[in-house]
């Protein structure tokens, strides 16, 4: 057939070698930098871990850290072991003319009350419904050693927490009000006074201890006479909303503090918060150590929770409860329990003579 004539032109194999030889080796780009991108922000492997901070300055967020108040307050509880000795001898021996005093006068009531075969004292406070009168008196407790124990270092002193500048009452404040400690029954009839008022719980008392001592980590500051009332108050306020459904409003502060104005606690609030960096989150394993760390607080000053005899109606419930967790981790015990193997199952190898014909 003839010539015939193609629109699509193919060049030879030797001209594409060519063509590949004139090509360039292959350079990788350089890397481009944070500065040249404009991208300023921080890559996540820079990003520093918060398991690997020093629990120690972090009770408020981290279970396995020590509470401030309970280390400040051990300076005045430690005693030697002479002393130690002295004080549970002298238990003892109260116990004793306790005794003798109510067989003598059986009307009246002993001071101590011991548990018994017969009878078990327990006292109505649990982590789950703390006692609202003696968690109060605790917290104050905690505070007062706060104050008491504070570190005399010139940290500076924040003017939104500062009585002189925001005053709590028009009553003029005295020059001196930042050179006396208060003592432990003003801090409770304060607290008291605004938890009775705004009817909040115990579990928000503890709350606030969290957030009181998670400030005074964050910010860096000491609660020291001169602002003691108004941390305190902001603590309040913003547990109030964290914990309660139905929070307390800041103008019925207003109402139970008749001189302070609505402005004022909104910026408490808002200060407060920055202060806190945002950051009301209160686990419930940070919520238990404070909890039972105001329990021990409370035994190591003399300020037991009040002791009830074990009725049959909570007895009851205790059994329910225990019935109902024993049920609850049965299939769990099961999984984790080690049996031990039946003498009638093994097998012993016996060794015969064998005979040979």
Known sequence: MGNSTSCCVSS???????AHSR??????????SREDT?????????????????????????????????SKSQT???????????????????HLTHIAESKQHPSGPMRRKYSSCSTIFLDDSTVSQPNLKYTIKCVALAIYYH?????????????????????LSKLDVPSDYDKHDPEQKQI????RTLFSAAQLTAECAVVTLVYLERLLTYAEIDI??????????????????????QAVWNVDYCQILKDITVEDMNELERQFLELLQFNINVPSSVYAKYYFDLRS??????????????SRDKAQKLEAISRLCDDKYKDLRKAAKKRSVSADNLTVVRWSPAIIS
């Open 38 to 70: 404009g991208c300023n922000l921080q890559h996540i492997s820079d990003r520093e871990n918060i398991d690997e901070l020093n629990m120690e300055y972090n009770p408020s967020d981290h279970p396995r850290a020590s509470t401030i108040f309970l």
């Open 188 to 191: 409770y009839r304060f607290v």
């Open 12 to 18: 030879s194999p030797k001209l594409r070698r060519n």
């Open 297 to 310: 607080l409370s035994e190591a000053n003399s300020l037991s929770f009040p002791l009830e005899p074990l």
């Open 224 to 245: 020291c006479p001169a602002n003691w009332k108004r941390i305190v108050l902001g603590a309040i306020l913003l547990a109030s909303k964290v914990w309660d459904d």
């Open 147 to 167: 104050i008491k124990n504070r570190n005399v270092d010139g940290r500076m002193l924040l003017d939104i927490f500062d009585e002189k500048l925001h005053p």
């Open 76 to 94: 005045d509880v430690l005693l030697p072991n002479k002393k130690i000795r002295e004080k549970r001898k002298s238990l003892y021996v109260n």
């Open 23 to 32: 090509l360039e080796s292959y350079r990788p780009e350089p890397e481009l």
